[in-house]
């Protein structure tokens, strides 16, 4: 047989899924690990999405929904905006889809053409990138430091040529940074003057410890905004996002929906319709990952890992290794292999070799870990 995948599609895979790998083949060798790679709650949903999808399946067809989503949901969620962060949402702007990443690869599909110029930052989520490279756009990666919290400044957006979009999240993914207020409201400002689409990843929300995360929709109603119900609400396999987006963009999005996925997921739309009366359980989740940030944090500064941002949100600390291993992968191997410890090379990243650790585990996982680090000469 001749024939070929498409060179699209010759895209870098997502690292993170090998080190799960090697971690399961080390515990199937009998060998303990500490997760530190996995970036996921290590909950169920809550009690009351668990009963309201009990109910569906008992007493619901379970069809398709219109792409948009059922009408339920979104006005629990156009309340959830008014209450979280006293913005109007109109019902019409929300549309439910396969997680986070379902939207925004819709939204990229909506907005960006072949050879669009969009901006990633560096260190951030691989998949924009991988996505963005898929769909033929030109993706412009903007290497951000320490100093700037790991978050693009208008400044360097300022000193790129004519770009088309830019695509962040915050808090981040890998390094739990965020934008404040004032930084959030200049990107959006910036953004507005300049017609770039800002697709602003707010997937983080409501995982935070200190600061609440400011979202773009309070600064620019145009910006396109993609969340889901599978960090802060704790459904990861439930696969259900949304994305609020502008008038330009929506008939574009219905039929990028329509054709793409149809719906999104009947049974967790109609699950997650609870997921807003159980903030109490959330919180709870919430403040064990404050508490496995401290012992993260304070750990791996005593271990002499100190080139980091303390993360404002989401359940993530990067901290630069380049100074310990040339390359991230190799680091990854051997700390999983004399310690025990599944951490997450920088590779999917950022390639100049940080290390991402999760700290969404166990509080025990985290405490050992960071005495092995300690411990343990490169
Ligand atoms: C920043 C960011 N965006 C999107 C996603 C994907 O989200 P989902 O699982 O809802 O598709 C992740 C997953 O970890 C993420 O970290």
């Known amino acids: 047989m001749t024939r070929v995948a498409a060179a ?29 790679e996995v970036g996921q709650p290590s909950t169920p949903a809550p009690r009351a999405v668990i009963e309201a999808a009990h109910q569906a399946l008992d007493s619901d067809e379970l069809g398709y929904t219109t792409a948009a989503g059922i009408e339920p949901l979104r006005r629990r969620l156009t309340e959830h905006y008014a209450a979280w962060y006293g913005v109007t949402i ?26 669009d ?10 998949c924009y990138r991988n996505a963005l490279e ?12 320490i100093e700037d ?40 400002e910036w953004c507005r003057a300049n017609d770039v689409w800002f ?21 620019d109603p145009e910006a396109v905004v993609v969340n889901s119900f599978l960090k802060y609400f704790s459904m990861t396999g439930w696969r259900l996002g949304w994305m609020i987006a502008p008038p330009a963009l929506r008939t574009a999005l219905t039929r990028v929906g329509q054709n793409a ?6 049974l967790s739309q109609l699950g997650a319709v609870a997921a807003f009366d159980a903030h109490e359980e959330c919180h709870a989740n919430v403040a064990r990952y404050a508490r496995n940030r401290q012992v993260l944090l304070d750990g791996l500064l005593a271990a002499g890992l ?73």
């Open 149 to 188: 919290r790991f978050q693009p400044t208008v400044a360097q957006l300022e000193s790129l040529d004519s770009i088309d979009g830019l695509v962040l999240s915050s808090p981040s993914n890998p390094t739990g940074t965020m934008l404040d207020a004032e930084r959030m409201a200049a990107i959006c």
């Open 261 to 266: 996925t149809i719906a999104a997921p009947t």
């Open 134 to 145: 898929l769909l033929g756009c030109d993706v412009v990666e903007l290497q951000t430091g």
């Open 8 to 36: 699209r599609a010759d895209i870098a895979p997502f690292y993170v899924m090998e080190v799960m790998r090697a971690a399961e083949l080390r515990m199937a060798a009998g060998h303990d690990v500490l997760h530190l």
């Open 306 to 378: 100190d080139q980091l941002a303390p993360a404002d949100g989401a359940f993530y600390i990067w901290a630069r290794t380049d100074y310990l291993a040339d390359d991230s992968q190799v680091l990854c191997a051997r700390w999983l292999d004399e310690l025990g410890i599944a951490a997450t090379p920088g590779i999917d990243f950022d390639p100049a070799n940080g290390h991402r650790f999760s700290f969404a585990g166990y509080e025990a996982d985290v405490a050992e870990a960071v005495a092995r680090l300690r411990d343990w000469t490169p």
């Open 117 to 126: 110029r969009v901006v990633v930052p560096t260190p951030g989520y691989p």
């Open 199 to 219: 697709v602003s990843d707010e997937i983080y929300h409501g995982i935070t410890y200190g600061e609440s995360a400011p979202t773009a929709l309070q600064f």
């Open 90 to 115: 109109d019902p019409e702007a929300v549309m439910f889809t396969v997680g986070a990443s379902g939207a925004f690869v819709a939204a990229f599909m909506a907005a960006f053409d072949p050879g």
